[in-house]
């Protein structure tokens, strides 16, 4: 387990991002643009964290004590001042103090990388991948398209599966903050395995009501 203690910026939103996921962002508030500018000066990482209270734009908002250090991967500019950028998510961490010394807001965190590290039983593991490769193919199917399996390989490790699990839930803000700051692999698995179970009930039946009508207008 390993543990850093360092100031971070902060990008409050109304999303959870997950270690392991992609989140693309468009950067138009000033104090955001100083924000970018000083990450890609450093080291190009800031914390991205769910907004407690208040709003993305205008005043300072309150975000939740557990978040996601994320890293610029990609970065063009737009019309109208705009950055478009994608960012992918590194480590969980837990805010120590909010730091208000600058246009945007800071943190001193605790980052948590290879945080409880341990191995889950092969047959668990199976069940969890197995349930991830479905998921994946029903939300396709849903939009009218097609996945192979080869193509979106699902991780063998604890954690890193724990975090695959919770990026594919389509599940609400609420849900999928619980689930980032649980901080167990295990417990993170069983939660999300139980909430997939939910969501492929809800998809199988949405995808056959649409098949119904498909059918009903032939």
Wanted: glycine fraction near 6%; include cysteine; charged fraction near 25%.
């Amino acid at each position: 387990m390993n543990r850093e203690t360092q100031k971070i910026p902060l990008f409050p939103l109304s999303t959870v991002l997950f270690p392991g996921g992609t989140i693309p962002l468009q950067i138009f508030e000033d104090r955001y643009h100083s924000m970018i500018q000083d990450c890609l000066e450093s080291d190009s990482k800031f914390g991205i964290v769910l907004i407690k209270e208040g709003k993305e734009v205008g005043s300072t908002a309150v975000p939740h004590r557990v978040g996601t250090l994320a890293k610029i991967t990609q970065m063009r500019e737009i019309s109208q001042n705009r950055l478009y950028l994608n960012a992918v998510g590194e480590a969980r961490f837990t805010i120590l103090e909010l730091i208000e010394e600058k246009s945007y807001l800071e943190a001193l965190v605790e980052t948590h990388t290879g945080d409880n590290f341990q191995e889950i039983a092969a047959e668990s593991r199976y069940e969890a991948q197995e349930a991830a490769s479905r998921h994946l193919k029903s939300i396709v199917d849903l939009n009218g398209g097609w996945v192979r399996n080869a193509e979106t390989p699902i991780p063998d490790e604890p954690e890193k599966l724990s975090f695959f699990l919770g990026q594919l839930l389509q599940a609400s803000n609420k849900i999928r903050q619980e689930i980032l700051e649980e901080s167990s692999p295990t417990k993170r698995i069983e939660l999300c395995l139980i909430l997939l179970k939910r969501e492929a009930r809800s998809i199988s039946s949405t995808l056959n009501m649409d098949l119904l009508f498909k059918f009903s207008r032939n």
